[in-house]
């Protein structure tokens, strides 16, 4: 039997996109996977939040001002995107 067990290395990571004009923007964090995620919606329009494999239906919503934690017990998110058919500016906040 193999047990296998993660630690946050404590390392974060800060990245700050303008998604605009009905275009993805994304953030690869390979070859790291990240244990939690920070997204504040900073701009004046929604932004749709797609983490790992998830396509745009599948993503969360964020207004005007308002954050999202992304949360996991392992390291699991590889990469996070954003969709918005206004003019956003996201903050990420991400610790491996």
């Known amino acids: 039997m193999v047990l296998e067990v993660w630690e946050p290395e404590g390392v974060h990571e800060e990245y700050e996109l303008s998604v605009s004009n009905g275009k993805i923007q994304e953030i690869n964090f390979l ?6 995620l920070d997204v504040l919606n900073k701009g004046e329009d929604d932004v749709k939040v ?3 494999n998830q396509s745009l239906p599948q993503g969360c919503t964020l207004s005007k001002d308002e954050r999202r934690d992304f949360e996991a017990k392992s390291p ?3 990469r996070i995107a954003f969709y918005s ?4 500016t996201v903050k990420v906040t991400a610790t491996r």
């Open 31 to 36: 070859p790291f996977k990240m244990f939690h």
């Open 76 to 78: 699991k998110y590889s």
């Open 50 to 52: 797609m983490v790992n």
């Open 85 to 88: 058919e206004g003019t956003a």
